[in-house]
């Protein structure tokens, strides 16, 4: 089987598209798109003036507390009005008639968060992002609040002596969004990798030699499917190291983050190779004709190439998009749960594809 193995890595390497497809050009992209049309990529809109409406229907003095001490500090920001509404349905009328921006009604215990929004796509997410830090804020008041009971009676500053804000600690650029969106490429581009493996030998009459091979059948396949597994990792190592050194481009915050997001990176592109692989074995049709276009087009909906592609209700739902989420979740905030879910899935895609694929080859006769 290492024999195997040794044999495949040699064989790409030798040849020079594959050098260049795989190796080198996912570099050049990333220079390329992340300097030469990173102006291109300007910030969606300008969101201006955000005018908010909420209603506090909830009994627990600390949220309370938490609530009004939140909307304090972020209107001081100048462009973000909260005002407290008297009657809900009112406000939501206000919402139709574009006097304000949203509505946001806090209630129960514990505490919900619930918002209605507006017709600007803009505003909504940042009425969403709003929400999103006071929830983590609110939080912090309750964990702080239960320890120290002091701080209902307003007898110490919370805020400042027990919640510490973190930055992202990376000054982010577009180079740095392309970084990690060709190496979702790289990863998905394996697919031809594995299907040209099997049908190489295929087309070339070599795979009647494996037939005969006094070796097991399903070992041979898994020998030739690990045999592919240096390619992958030298091309996302090749990637993460170049980009960084020649054009500084910026992944994870830290060396276990960065060790997390290139795992993930080699998982998903080894699942991609057996896929391929598999495609190669039963398939007699050119991937590159049939898969390319399929991929070509879910990166571009996904925003690979500019982050101003995004429709709703198709991009989120899109393979790429969902790694690139979780790979952005990953080296910005330090976030490891969508990586987690993307790697236990595509182990258990791998699994199902390599069982499915040993069985076939084993049985398959070649006319």
Not at 4 to 17: A, F, G, Q, V, W
Not at 32 to 53: C, R, W
Not at 79 to 91: C, G, N, Q, R, V
Not at 292 to 311: A, C, N, Q, R
Request: proline letters at 2%; hydrophobic letters at 50%.
């Amino acid at each position: 089987m290492l024999q195997i193995i040794i044999k495949e890595t040699k064989d790409y390497l030798r040849d020079k598209s594959n050098v260049f497809f795989f190796l080198i050009f996912p570099v050049v992209l990333v220079f390329l798109l992340g300097n030469l049309l990173s102006a291109f990529d300007k910030a969606e809109e300008t969101v201006g003036k955000v005018k908010i409406h909420y209603k506090i229907e909830t009994e627990s003095y600390a949220d309370i507390m938490s609530i009004r001490e939140f909307i304090r500090g972020v209107e001081d920001n100048e462009k973000i009005f909260f005002e407290e509404a008297e009657d809900l349905d009112t406000s939501i009328q206000m919402i139709a008639d574009g006097k304000t921006d949203a509505v946001v009604l806090f209630k129960n215990d514990p505490l919900e968060i619930h918002i209605y929004e507006g017709l600007n796509r803009i505003k909504n997410r940042t009425v969403s992002g709003i929400m999103n830090g006071f929830s983590q804020f609110n939080k912090a008041v309750n964990v702080i609040a239960k320890s120290n009971l002091q701080i209902l009676a307003g007898s110490t500053d919370y805020e400042a002596d027990y919640i510490t804000y973190k930055d992202l600690a990376v000054n982010r650029t577009m180079l740095d969004y392309y970084a990690i969106t060709m190496m979702t490429m790289i990863s998905f581009m394996s697919i031809i990798l594995g299907a040209v493996c099997f049908m190489g030998e295929r087309q070339g009459r070599t795979i009647l030699r494996l037939k005969i091979a006094p070796i097991s059948q399903i070992k041979l396949f898994f020998a030739k499917i690990f045999g592919l597994l240096p390619q992958t990792v030298l091309q996302i190592v090749i990637l993460m190291v170049l980009s960084t050194l020649l054009f500084g481009a910026k992944y994870a915050t830290n060396l276990y983050d960065n060790l997390y997001l290139f795992l993930m990176f080699v998982v998903v592109s080894f699942t991609m190779t057996a896929i391929g692989a598999v495609y190669g074995l039963f398939i007699n049709v050119n991937p590159m004709a049939c898969i390319m276009p399929v991929i070509w087009v879910m990166m571009f909906l996904s925003g690979t190439y500019s982050k101003e592609i995004f429709i709703d209700g198709v991009t989120q739902y899109m393979p790429v998009y969902c790694i690139q989420e979780a790979a952005f979740d990953l080296a910005v905030f330090g976030r490891h749960q969508k990586a987690n879910t993307v790697i236990i899935v595509c182990l258990i895609l791998t699994i199902a594809i390599l069982i499915a694929g040993a069985v076939g080859f084993n049985r398959k006769e070649e006319v």
